[in-house]
């Protein structure tokens, strides 16, 4: 009996090897009639089983959905060695296991976190990840597609539409690799070319060259290839079949009015929505108002949102709702070449909005036309409160704000203008003028709407802003490297030049990390001064006694929530709690 028990143990260990040997040397093979089972991420899939009596299992091929709910749960529970050893199982799979490219099977599992949050949830009580993963890959296929996708920025949530049915192995379709390996050889970042997929899928079908050859083909037109970039980043559509039509008419009439094809790529970004026809809609609008082409060109470059926001459809809004209100097409036209600020992102947005309030407190179309053909450059020029805010603040009713405003619409402005737009036409205008002189000599682009947004980020004159600045490139850094930190964390010029000096001082001298970790992670110099010495002295007193890992990047030990810091940075030591209070009570008395 025992011989016969030693002998069946023998031949079942046998049968799984064999059985994950041929798992390795010959994948899983999609049946032709794929059985879909609870959703469209499962998939039937044959497998030789030689142990049990059947031919056919079901195998999983799809962890993002089937585990969510779980993984929702544990999110919190996950620590980041777990994860980070669930990253490199991943990328073990799909390197060594599947011959992945090192580079596309590293970018995958380091930016895949739902993807790598559901594997998790499949192993969450093993004690080690790795070697649990490794063992899930061996018998369970995943689909490849998933971690790809979300790789490339988009959610799991839109993946039904855009997941093959019938595959789940990269590899098995050449031809999308080949073409999403064109795209990041021309260089269109990876993070964009997951808006291409979606929005142009059928690219990642084209045969080898022909995409790269037609990335080309606007080159040939006078685009540099950084505008290109952000063109098929915006308009994934340009990609597909020949040249738009629309968009040639587009850059034939900017070129009348004297703009060059890099205008269009200055004001233009990924998150920007382009359509051809509004923008000609919008172009034969002016004309038709009476804008002949000096005027246009004018115009587009003191507005330039007017024609790249949403490709003109706020000009669009404005006419439908002053036609609602009685004017004649004629009329609006006059009323434009009469008031070509209201033409602007922010008079359309001024005058929509006090349409709306004298509508609200009851007024009529008729005197809300009237106040708008007399008043339009004021009503265009200052932003308004909401009419409940102007009726509280009063104590009085609507029909007395409305019968005031009739007999006097200054009045409107008077009672309804936001304090804050008050302030900003109070400022001092040459704060305003050296402001913007240091910002355009950082490489920023006149009447853009970046900046537009810097003006309102950074604090201080010209000369005081210029001085940190040159701060930062005496303490060693690289101009140009500056002004890309500027860029990035405009705040660090919000910051007096003392107190940038003391926090470079801090982090060379006192914390021993090189100069160029700042370049890396430039809000370290954002951070208040008691809060680095804090965490780092904390960080350092585990560091002496072993219990840390030597040079941490700054964002990891200074970005983190409080919370998170004393999970990771206090309760990894018996003694972590006690150091960590009085190193906090030291500083609190010293501060």
Same mark, same amino acid.
């Given at each position: 009996?025992?011989?016969?028990?030693?002998?069946?143990?023998?031949?079942?260990?046998?049968?799984?090897?064999?059985?994950?040997?041929?798992?390795?040397?010959?994948?899983?093979?999609?049946?032709?009639?794929?059985?879909?089972?609870?959703?469209?991420?499962?998939?039937?899939?044959?497998?030789?089983?030689?142990?049990?009596?059947?031919?056919?299992?079901?195998?999983?091929?799809?962890?993002?959905?089937?585990? $969510?709910?779980?993984?929702?749960?544990?999110?919190?529970?996950?620590?980041?060695?777990?994860?980070?050893?669930?990253? /490199?199982?991943?990328?073990?799979?799909?390197?060594?296991?599947?011959?992945?490219?090192?580079?596309?099977?590293?970018?995958?599992?380091?930016?895949?976190?739902?993807?790598?949050?559901?594997?998790?949830?499949?192993?969450?009580?093993?004690?080690?990840?790795?070697?649990?993963?490794?063992?899930?890959?061996?018998?369970?296929?995943?689909?490849?597609?998933?971690?790809?996708?979300?790789?490339?920025?988009?959610?799991? /949530?839109?993946?039904?539409?855009?997941?093959?049915?019938?595959? =789940?192995?990269?590899?098995?379709?050449?031809?999308?690799?080949?073409?999403?390996?064109?795209?990041?050889?021309?260089?269109?970042?990876?993070?964009? =070319?997951?808006?291409?997929?979606?929005?142009?899928?059928?690219?990642?079908?084209?045969?080898?060259?022909?995409?790269?050859?037609?990335?080309?083909?606007?080159?040939?037109?006078?685009?540099?290839?950084?505008?290109?970039?952000?063109?098929?980043?915006?308009?994934?559509?340009?990609?597909?079949?020949?040249?738009?039509?629309?968009?040639?008419?587009?850059?034939?009439?900017?070129?009348?009015?004297?703009?060059?094809?890099?205008?269009?790529?200055?004001?233009?970004?990924?998150?920007?929505?382009?359509?051809?026809?509004?923008?000609?809609?919008?172009?034969?609008?002016?004309?038709?108002?009476?804008?002949?082409?000096?005027?246009?060109?004018?115009?587009?470059?003191?507005?330039?949102?007017?024609?790249?926001?949403?490709?003109?459809?706020?000009?669009?809004?404005?006419?439908?709702?002053?036609?609602?209100?009685?004017?004649?097409?004629?009329?609006?036209?006059?009323?434009?070449?009469?008031?070509?600020?209201?033409?602007?992102?922010?008079?359309?947005?001024?005058?929509?909005?006090?349409?709306?309030?004298?509508?609200?407190?009851?007024?009529?179309?008729?005197?809300?036309?009237?106040?708008?053909?007399?008043?339009?450059?004021?009503?265009?020029?200052?932003?308004?409160?909401?009419?409940?805010?102007?009726?509280?603040?009063?104590?009085?009713?609507?029909?007395?704000?409305?019968?005031?405003?009739?007999?006097?619409?200054?009045?409107?402005?008077?009672?309804?203008?936001?304090?804050?737009?008050?302030?900003? @036409?109070?400022?001092?205008? @040459?704060?305003?003028?050296?402001?913007?002189?240091?910002?355009?000599?950082?490489?920023?682009?006149?009447?853009?709407?970046?900046?537009?947004?810097?003006?309102?980020?950074?604090?201080?004159?010209?000369?005081?802003? $210029?001085?940190?600045?040159?701060?930062?490139?005496?303490?060693?850094?690289?101009?140009?490297?500056?002004?890309?930190?500027?860029?990035?964390?405009?705040?660090?010029?919000? $910051?007096?030049?003392?107190?940038?000096?003391?926090?470079?001082?801090?982090?060379?001298?006192?914390?021993?990390?090189?100069?160029?970790?700042?370049?890396?992670?430039?809000?370290?110099?954002?951070?208040?001064?008691?809060?680095?010495?804090?965490?780092?002295?904390?960080?350092?007193?585990?560091?002496?006694?072993?219990?840390?890992?030597?040079?941490?990047?700054?964002?990891?030990?200074?970005?983190?929530?409080?919370?998170?810091?004393?999970?990771?940075?206090?309760?990894?030591?018996?003694?972590?709690?006690?150091?960590?209070?009085?190193?906090?009570?030291?500083?609190?008395?010293?501060?």
């Amino acid at each position: 009996m025992l011989i016969h028990r030693i002998s069946y143990n023998r031949r079942f260990w046998i049968s799984e090897m064999i059985s994950e040997l041929h798992y390795v040397l010959c994948p899983p093979t999609v049946c032709k009639n794929a059985c879909i089972r609870n959703g469209p991420f499962f998939i039937s899939v044959k497998r030789r089983n030689f142990c049990t009596s059947e031919s056919t299992s079901l195998v999983k091929t799809g962890v993002v959905y089937s585990h $969510q709910s779980q993984a929702s749960a544990n999110s919190n529970r996950v620590s980041r060695l777990v994860r980070t050893e669930a990253q /490199t199982a991943l990328f073990d799979y799909l390197h060594f296991t599947r011959g992945f490219h090192f580079t596309d099977a590293e970018y995958m599992s380091k930016n895949s976190p739902h993807f790598i949050q559901n594997l998790l949830s499949v192993v969450d009580n093993e004690q080690d990840v790795s070697r649990a993963l490794s063992k899930y890959f061996r018998y369970n296929p995943i689909n490849e597609y998933e971690p790809f996708l979300e790789s490339l920025g988009l959610n799991p /949530t839109e993946f039904p539409s855009l997941l093959p049915k019938s595959l =789940i192995f990269l590899g098995d379709d050449g031809l999308l690799l080949d073409n999403f390996h064109a795209l990041c050889g021309y260089g269109i970042p990876r993070t964009k =070319i997951g808006k291409i997929y979606k929005e142009a899928k059928e690219i990642f079908g084209y045969d080898h060259g022909v995409l790269s050859m037609k990335l080309k083909a606007y080159e040939k037109m006078g685009f540099s290839k950084s505008t290109v970039i952000k063109l098929v980043a915006c308009c994934p559509s340009l990609l597909i079949g020949r040249i738009d039509n629309k968009f040639l008419m587009v850059l034939d009439k900017l070129k009348g009015f004297g703009f060059g094809n890099e205008w269009v790529g200055s004001y233009i970004s990924e998150r920007t929505t382009l359509n051809w026809d509004k923008m000609l809609d919008t172009m034969s609008f002016l004309v038709q108002v009476g804008y002949d082409d000096k005027q246009m060109k004018t115009l587009f470059t003191e507005n330039p949102t007017l024609l790249f926001e949403v490709s003109g459809k706020r000009i669009h809004v404005l006419v439908g709702q002053l036609l609602k209100l009685g004017f004649k097409m004629n009329q609006i036209y006059d009323l434009f070449l009469k008031n070509s600020q209201i033409l602007s992102s922010k008079g359309a947005k001024n005058l929509s909005t006090a349409v709306c309030f004298l509508v609200e407190i009851g007024m009529e179309t008729e005197e809300i036309a009237s106040i708008v053909a007399t008043h339009m450059e004021v009503l265009g020029s200052n932003s308004l409160k909401a009419p409940t805010t102007v009726i509280n603040s009063l104590k009085i009713q609507k029909d007395d704000l409305c019968r005031g405003i009739k007999k006097d619409p200054l009045m409107l402005i008077n009672l309804a203008t936001k304090s804050d737009a008050k302030a900003t @036409n109070n400022q001092d205008s @040459n704060t305003i003028v050296e402001r913007k002189s240091f910002l355009l000599r950082l490489g920023y682009i006149e009447n853009s709407e970046e900046l537009s947004k810097a003006l309102k980020k950074f604090r201080g004159r010209g000369d005081q802003l $210029q001085e940190r600045f040159d701060c930062l490139v005496q303490a060693g850094l690289d101009y140009n490297v500056v002004s890309s930190m500027i860029k990035r964390a405009p705040s660090v010029l919000n $910051q007096t030049k003392d107190l940038l000096e003391k926090k470079l001082d801090c982090l060379q001298n006192r914390l021993g990390y090189p100069l160029e970790a700042v370049v890396v992670f430039p809000s370290y110099l954002c951070y208040d001064i008691q809060r680095i010495n804090l965490r780092f002295s904390m960080y350092l007193w585990l560091l002496e006694r072993g219990a840390a890992k030597p040079k941490l990047s700054l964002s990891t030990i200074l970005a983190c929530s409080d919370a998170r810091f004393v999970k990771y940075f206090v309760h990894i030591h018996p003694e972590g709690v006690s150091t960590w209070e009085n190193l906090k009570n030291s500083f609190n008395s010293r501060y």
